[in-house]
């Protein structure tokens, strides 16, 4: 797995726990932009290739694990705000293992997907949404990536996610691979509305707009 226990507790135990009351949905999303509880700040995360905007202190959770025979490298910088969590997650892909960065991929998000599931859910929840993005690259953000957003709805805990992945290289001829994503707490049932609408708000586009890879 891809994922250690720790980085699971970090950011999947709030799915399983009792929601937080909010005030009035829509009252409480034009309070959001101004909550104090949001402290923007940009974190310029040389080593890993990348600046973000973080709405307070990220913490830093690094391990490395086995992978074919290969030792990667994979950091986890979050903020939780709330029950929300703004999270940046790097994989080092060694110059060895860049011809298979797809299958890594690939298994970052099956593995996302299974740990997301409820401890009584039979089958891993799927995807509900798939939306065509982009990402400004470079050191002056002069060039846009495409990439893609991917929507999680798990409505048994009142909760959704939103997910982004992205390659870019590394100054030794590896890889970096970007898991960015936001999961968010909400106080009604997700399928009363589209889900695009829990995870489009300005805080979290801000988050999603910011994150700046070398």
Not at 121 to 144: C, D, H, M, N, Y
Request: aromatic fraction near 10%; include cysteine; charged fraction near 20%.
């Amino acid at each position: 797995m891809l994922i250690t226990k720790r980085m699971r507790l970090e950011l999947f135990r709030p799915l399983y726990a009792s929601p937080t009351a909010f005030l009035v949905f829509g009252f409480a999303l034009l309070l959001l932009a101004c909550s104090p509880k949001f402290d923007w700040r940009t974190i310029k995360n040389e080593p890993l290739g990348y600046s973000a905007l973080f709405p307070g202190k990220p913490k830093l959770i690094e391990r490395s694990l086995t992978y074919q025979q290969q030792t990667l490298k994979q950091s986890l910088e979050f903020v939780k705000v709330d029950e929300d969590v703004f999270a940046v997650m790097t994989t080092e892909i060694p110059v060895v293992l860049i011809n298979q960065v797809q299958q890594i991929e690939d298994l970052l998000r099956s593995v996302l997907l299974q740990q997301a599931a409820s401890p009584n859910q039979a089958t891993p929840p799927a995807f509900s949404w798939i939306k065509e993005s982009s990402v400004r690259t470079g050191p002056l953000a002069q060039t846009k990536q495409s990439s893609q957003d991917y929507f999680l709805d798990l409505p048994q805990t009142k909760r959704v996610m939103r997910i982004r992945w992205l390659v870019r290289p590394m100054s030794n001829g590896g890889l970096y691979l970007y898991q960015v994503s936001v999961i968010r707490s909400i106080s009604e049932p997700s399928k009363s509305k589209p889900i695009e609408i829990f995870l489009e708000q300005e805080n979290i586009n801000t988050f999603f707009d910011e994150f700046r890879p070398n």
